[in-house]
């Protein structure tokens, strides 16, 4: 292909990898808010409570799971 180069697809690749990054973050922030509103309204309720707590929890293991693969992604693409 004419004006294909490896450095311009990882190029390619890293940004919509950060643009799904930043998507990802907007859908955990909303995660968390949501738990967190629902923590707020359980008034006690531990069954309510409890969903709330791991809707959060989720939501940043969620976080440090994809900060971590594009940790991996970026050190694989610095040593090619």
Same mark, same amino acid.
């Not at 989720?58 to 293991?61: D, F, G, L, M, P």
């Given at each position: 292909i004419v004006g294909y @180069?490896? @450095?311009k697809s990882s190029t390619i690749i890293l940004d919509v990898i $950060? &643009? /799904? /990054?930043g998507i990802l973050a #907007? /859908?955990?922030f909303g995660a968390i808010v &949501? =738990? =967190?509103f629902m923590y707020v309204l359980a008034l006690g309720d $531990? +069954?309510?409570v409890?969903? +709330?707590k791991t809707i959060i929890l989720? +939501? #940043? #293991?969620g976080i #440090?799971? +994809?900060l971590a693969g594009y940790a991996i992604i970026v050190a694989v693409g610095s040593a090619l």
């Open positions: @180069s490896t @450095s $950060e &643009w /799904l /990054l #907007i /859908l955990a &949501w =738990g =967190g $531990e +069954a309510k409890g969903k +709330a989720y +939501a #940043i #293991i #440090i799971v +994809a």
